[in-house]
């Protein structure tokens, strides 16, 4: 079993619709959990980070852990086309150190 | 700020030559930095980790006499592919820490992708 578990997708949706992106993972040391965009033939760039559980907004996105059933999610709203990328959910057990990455969920937003 | 850089963007090569790829730190001192590779539609996998002026501490099952990594400085760490073969051929990325509030955070280079004939 992996330690980080992404559905790989595809995920397609329609301009303007509300995308969930889910991760889930199995080692009860992490603390710490990212989400990363990236895009193709490019290197990841953070966009969120929490290491609570609840809730975290950050313009249209917000991140959810739920630690109880290590579960994770990214919710995007109002998604744009510009947010076409892959969607990669990162874990570690502190604050500093290497990161465990999902798989990376591929997002397409269609006009 | 916290922008990396990789250099080259990306390189073809026969089989059996080395590869250097640079990473740099442009605004900031990094003294921990990653190299990743990632193939496609794949995830990204963590090679080895380098800290500045000591050895890079290699994943489980990466060769560190074939992929060498050298960290001279606080904004420079590289990685050398020695006698590259086709199965090499992929994409290389790294990251360089800096801490940000109350954790460290990993900014990631462009990419380099090595395509090996």
């Known amino acids: 079993q992996k330690e980080v578990e992404q559905d790989p997708g595809p995920l397609s949706v329609p301009e303007g619709a509300i995308v969930s992106l889910n991760c889930t993972y199995s080692?009860?040391?992490?603390?710490?959990f990212m989400w990363y965009r990236q895009y193709s033939r490019k290197g990841p760039e953070l966009l969120m980070y929490t290491y609570s559980s609840g809730n975290k907004e950050d313009g249209r996105f917000t991140a959810q852990v739920d630690k109880s059933s290590k579960y994770i999610s990214l919710f995007i709203r109002d998604s744009q086309p510009s947010d076409s990328a892959t969607y990669l959910c990162?874990?570690?057990?502190?604050?500093?150190?290497?990161?465990?990455f999902g798989q990376g969920t591929i997002l397409t937003v269609h006009p | 700020g916290a922008v990396v850089s990789q250099h080259p963007s990306w390189v073809i090569c026969k089989s059996g030559t080395s590869v250097k790829i640079e990473c740099r730190s442009l605004?900031?001192?990094?003294?921990?930095m990653f190299w990743y590779r990632q193939f496609p539609k794949q995830s990204l996998m963590l090679m080895a980790t380098?800290?500045?002026?000591?050895?890079?501490?290699?994943e489980q099952g990466v060769e560190k006499d074939k992929f060498l990594i050298n960290h001279a400085s606080l904004t420079l760490s590289t990685l050398t592919v020695t006698s590259a073969h086709p199965e090499d051929s992929s994409f290389y990325i790294c990251?360089?820490?800096?801490?940000?509030?109350?954790?460290?955070?990993?900014?990631f280079g462009p990419g380099t992708r090595l395509t090996v004939l």
């Open positions: 990162a874990n570690r057990g502190t604050s500093y150190g290497k990161l465990t």
């Open positions: 080692n009860s040391a992490f603390q710490y």
């Open positions: 605004d900031f001192q990094a003294t921990t």
């Open positions: 990251s360089a820490t800096a801490r940000r509030g109350d954790i460290d955070t990993q900014y």
């Open positions: 380098s800290n500045e002026g000591s050895k890079a501490t290699y």
